[in-house]
């Protein structure tokens, strides 16, 4: 066995002795823990706060039991206590933790470790570590250690999901390059697939797409104005890849998670169309008077005061927040990550949802397709 060994499994020992009291013994036993992942046994990590306050809606404070920004909440129970019981609590502890959500959450009654990863999964935890099964499994928290590394699960379910997620995602692109995907539309939404400025465009179905560009095969307005709204530029930002800086629009982790409005009403469906073909228009007219690119159009919104196409850009967002039934001052990233809660245990139970484009019901779907697009 070798040291780092034996210091797991002293731990181990150490943590068979306590009672397992929440309130007497949890910083005892994060202590010890931290010590087998080589910390100082008696200082936290640079950063690393016991009974950190969360602040919640309302002028509201709680406290979670550790958080060391960038690395982990960890949420301590009694011996014994079910830990599912407490899924929802630790959750919003981490909902709330804006601006430093860390990767990883960890809730753990001194008997086993549940190990989550907010940003890949929701309701099921990555990995269950049986604490008395450290020594061998110590690698699904390497993210203890003080220089950080990424954990090992021991399922490696996440390579997984996100192996089948590329997977139907490359056969998506080859239908798409193929044509099979966009034929049958007058037009089809596109973004650059490196880019770093919220810009969608409707591109004629006569022309192909190269690699270069993500590709939505959505012919209305409605769908136009969901993507290109603020709540689907912060999602794009907060679930992508980067690649010399810009952003990387990836469709396994950006739209496959990006849920749509659930139940807009036929009036708000309208209201997101308008906006949408109002904020195009505004652009075809202001870079045909001034000879401008979309690229250099959207560089002027850099430049602070009044802009015209700011103000289109946010009437398109409250439309849009209107059709997800948000409140104006409501956080979009802590709405959009419950609601994926929502509908996850939603689908669980068999029930549907509204997958993404133009709902089903709308009476007239051809009266949402105008006819501005990029023509060969």
Known sequence: MTSQERGFQEFADFAAKLKGDEKSEAQTFLFHLL??????????????TFE??????GDRTKFADLVWPGRVLIEMKSRGEKLSRHYQQTFDYWLNLVPHRPPYVVLCN?????????????????????????????????????????????N?????????AR???????????????????PRYIVCARVTKRPIFEFISSDIRPDSSLTVFSFADDYSFGILQSGLHWLWFKERCSTLKGDFRYTSDTVFDTFL???APTLKQIRAVADAASALRALRRNTMAKNGWS???????LETPGTNKLRDAQSALDTAVRAAYGMNPDEDILAFLLKLNL????????????TPPGLPTFYPDPKELVTEDCIKP
């Open 35 to 48: 010590e087998a992942f080589n910390h100082d046994a008696n200082t936290l990590p640079e950063g690393c």
């Open 52 to 57: 950190y306050r969360v602040r919640f809606p």
């Open 110 to 154: 001194f008997e086993e470790f549940w190990i989550y990863d907010f940003n890949t999964q929701l309701q099921e935890p990555l990995e269950r570590v049986p604490v008395k099964e450290i020594v061998s499994r110590h690698s699904a928290l390497n993210f203890l250690y003080p220089r950080k590394s990424l954990p090992i699960f021991g």
């Open 156 to 164: 490696n379910w996440v390579e997984v999901s996100r192996e089948a």
């Open 167 to 185: 997977s139907v995602a490359d056969a998506f692109n080859s239908m798409v390059h193929r044509g099979e995907a966009i034929t049958p539309l």
């Open 260 to 262: 749509w409005p659930q």
């Open 294 to 300: 979309l690229r250099e159009l959207y560089k002027t």
């Open 342 to 353: 929502e509908l996850a245990e939603k689908e669980s139970a068999g029930k549907p949802i």
